[in-house]
């Protein structure tokens, strides 16, 4: 089958819908052109904060002014104020998240369905999901959250829901913005754009630039931080805006490379007590280097008789090398620092003791992605009887891919200096490709009558993959592959959504859909599927929003993936049933601002979110996957808090602004089990605190300060990749943005 013939047709269909003699047939009559946010609506999930107040379903709209608030260069921190969204830290910068969404897991977010401007942002979604890239947090314009039924929109992974990261738009006018901000360990933010709008043509040119030192203190000396050049551009033309089939079509391309000398390798409990940032000497020549490029092109057919069409082709391609420790004198790392007296000739290789030759395993984890597919969304708006009607039937082709090609150099530990002894031949560790091609269609219907809401849809997911396996040296692709197993998967996934309006002020609503999660190339599990069920009220008069909804996922059969990042412990890339799960829980918000409510000329926001989760293994089993091991029925999953507290308060004035946010992260358990919690299998608890002020200094002109982690708090964060890894320490900003 060639795959290509239908991403062609459908650019074909576009291009010739945008053609000049198009434009020759049509009437003029007085007709406004969309704006930026009328072209991204098919994609959107949520839309905007009216439509999350009155959704079938639980979601969340934070929209500029709630990013800027805190001016956070790091998603997971914004994210934290969603209830039912969890946010793992790993190396404190958050650039490489591991986000979950009520109980789905939260490894590098490969169990929720990620979106840029609504479209597969994860380097290869259904072949390899693990987000090793992941958008650059300061040209973030908007974010949506949908965790309720509606998130069968999106797929293909509808068991925890789905982010969308809306990216800078095209300003409708000339205009643009430029922020440096300069910070602990010789930390440089940057980001700047500027764009601007014409009667039938648009355009952005956009760049972010980071630097910084780290934080954390390698043995000997030497930098832990990394560096980050992003850059993205946007033109759009357009028909002429009186035209009666208005037309629109965008080109978006992007390029972000990183150098990040970051590990794997973390620290034993004592170490971690005695100097929690403290970095051992066996990670010093670690390293990860990426590079994503990304192509989009959007037409956007509005035929002013309630038909709309939107339809994107996108190509992204990555590659990231992550040199890093794997092993030493034959023990994986994990069981050297669980275990550093059972261990000592390792741990003392590690913290820079002489060793033989050959001791420290490096391991050159070559990689490289590439996704890329046709989407198409067909709107229409009509009328039957006292119903009205938005109808939307959307079709994605697409294809990814993941080929790993990797070596192991090994080293010397001499008086705390790593020596290459061994330089390992290309290939020699892994060789192997997986591939996935994908078609999804989706059909749902958004019901308007009388006070109801309804929203009935259907999608449907068909799956191919492969993984080709070749012999492990550096010409073994010459002589083809060595294995090759191939599979299919497809999948039905229903999902009905509604919601009552008493009044414009209190609504309640309910949803239910299926969850799914395909499986993995080359993998014997079945495909994870659940039921999952919500129900919630929304009380909104005036300037107060409040929301309480109880959710209960149950799990026919949950999948886990060994990766590096989960710990190891198993082949990398093996999948594993675990069977029957139950997720449920409670989620909890409430947002106002009391001087504009009362009328004062200070306004003083405030606002609180809670979640509430129990998660549990519904049948026993063994299984060599790290954070499972042993499961007997009631054991608690691993790295899902039980409980999370956001808070928010503020303090605004003309100019001015001030704003405290205080998330409270639960210690969570490591491996699954129930009862006490081993002090090696659990995470701390923390309240972390963060501060943000600016002052207007002119129109144009801002200046802006930051502190994150107030209070120093001290926290063990995670216990994966390997070992106990700290939350970041406090870290203090100032800087100016200048719009112009």
């Known amino acids: 089958m060639n795959h290509l013939a239908p991403a062609r047709m459908a650019v074909a269909v576009s291009v010739a819908l945008f053609a000049p003699a ?7 009559v007085a007709a406004p052109a969309p704006d930026q946010a009328t072209l991204l609506d098919r994609l959107t999930v949520v839309g905007s904060v009216e439509n999350a107040q009155q959704a079938p379903g639980s979601a969340a709209y934070l929209d500029a002014d709630t990013l800027q608030a805190h001016d956070y260069r790091d998603l997971q921190r914004a994210l934290r104020q969603v209830p039912g969204v969890y946010a793992i830290d790993e190396e404190g910068y958050g650039l490489r998240p591991n986000i979950g969404i009520r109980g789905s897991g939260t ?48 797929g293909p992974r509808t068991t925890g829901g789905t982010v969308n990261l809306i990216s800078t738009p095209i300003p409708q006018s000339t205009s643009g913005e430029i922020d440096f901000a300069y910070g602990t360990d010789q930390t440089v933010q940057a980001h700047a754009w500027a764009g601007g709008s014409g009667e039938r043509t648009g ?21 832990t931080g990394y560096v980050l050049e992003d850059y993205l551009a946007k033109f759009r033309i357009a028909s002429d805006p009186s035209a009666t089939v208005y037309q629109s079509l965008e080109l978006k391309l992007g390029k972000v490379e990183q150098d990040g000398d970051e590990t794997y390798l973390g620290l034993t409990d004592a170490d971690f007590r005695a100097a929690p940032n403290r970095r051992y000497a066996a990670s010093q020549v670690d390293n990860i280097r990426t590079d994503h490029e990304q192509a989009e092109l959007r037409h956007h057919l509005d035929f002013a008789n309630g038909v709309d069409l939107t339809t994107v082709a996108y190509r992204n391609d990555f590659s990231r090398n992550w040199y890093k420790l794997a092993s030493v004198g034959g023990a994986g790392l994990g069981d050297i620092l669980s275990d550093p007296d059972g261990f000592a000739d390792q ?21 490289s992605y590439r996704a890329q597919g046709v989407q198409s969304v067909l709107g229409l708006a009509t009328r039957t009887g006292a119903a009205d009607h938005q109808i939307e039937f959307g079709v994605r082709w697409h294809e990814d891919d993941e080929d790993r090609f990797q070596d192991d150099d090994r080293y010397r530990m001499q008086d705390g200096r790593m020596v290459l002894t061994t330089d390992g031949l290309p290939g ?12 999804s269609v989706y059909l749902q219907d958004e019901i308007h009558t009388g006070n109801w809401i309804v929203v009935p849809g259907l999608r449907y997911e068909d799956i191919d993959l492969r993984r080709l396996d070749f012999a492990r040296q550096p010409d073994g692709r010459d002589a083809g592959p060595t294995r090759v197993v191939e599979s299919s998967v497809s999948a039905l996934i229903p999902g009905i959504g509604a919601t009552y309006l008493f009044n414009d002020a209190l609504n309640v609503f309910a949803s239910a859909h299926r969850g799914f999660n395909p499986p993995g190339p080359g993998s014997s599990v079945d495909a994870e599927t659940s039921v999952n069920v919500e129900a919630g009220l929304r009380w909104h008069p ?15 059969n949950l999948v886990g993936t060994c990766t590096a990042s989960s710990g ?8 594993f049933d675990g069977g029957e799960v139950r997720v449920r829980g409670l989620e909890a918000s409430a947002s106002i601002d009391v001087g504009r409510a009362n009328g004062w000329s200070l306004g003083v926001p405030l606002g609180v979110g809670y979640t509430y989760t129990d998660a549990r293994f519904r049948n026993g089993f063994s299984s060599s996957f790290e954070e499972w091991g042993d499961v007997a029925r009631g054991d608690e999953l691993p790295y899902l808090p039980e409980q999370a507290l956001n808070v928010r308060a503020g303090i605004e004035g003309a100019g001015w602004r001030v704003n405290l946010a205080g998330n409270y992260i639960d210690a969570m358990r490591t491996v699954a089990g129930q009862g006490p919690v081993p002090d090696g299998e659990r995470t701390g608890s923390a309240f972390v605190v963060d501060l943000s002020a600016s002052y207007d200094l002119t129109h144009a002109a801002q200046l ?19 070992g106990v890894r700290p939350g970041a320490p406090r870290m203090t900003f100032v800087g100016m943005r200048v719009r112009f």
């Open 22 to 28: 198009a434009f020759a047939q049509v009437q003029v």
């Open 568 to 575: 190891g412990g198993c082949e990398l890339g093996d999948q």
């Open 107 to 154: 490894d590098r977010n490969s169990r929720i369905t990620v979106l840029e401007d609504g479209v597969l942002i994860a380097p290869a979604a259904y072949a390899a999901p693990a987000a090793y890239y992941f958008p650059t947090a300061s040209r973030i314009h908007e974010v949506e959250v949908r965790k309720g039924s509606s998130a069968i929109r999106s």
């Open 347 to 367: 741990y003392g290789w590690i913290t820079g003791q002489t060793s033989p030759d050959d001791a420290l395993v490096v391991r050159n984890n070559n990689r």
């Open 203 to 223: 355009w952005l040119l956009e760049t972010a630039q980071q630097q910084t030192d780290g934080y954390k203190r390698l043995d000997g000396g030497g930098d």
């Open 704 to 722: 802006f300060a930051r502190v994150e982690n107030v209070t120093d708090e001290t926290w063990i964060a995670s216990r994966r990749p390997e």
């Open 542 to 556: 005036g300037a107060l929003a409040t929301e309480l909804v109880g959710f209960w996922n149950d799990y026919d």
């Open 428 to 439: 020699t560790q892994d060789n192997r490709i997986g591939e996935a091609r994908a078609w």
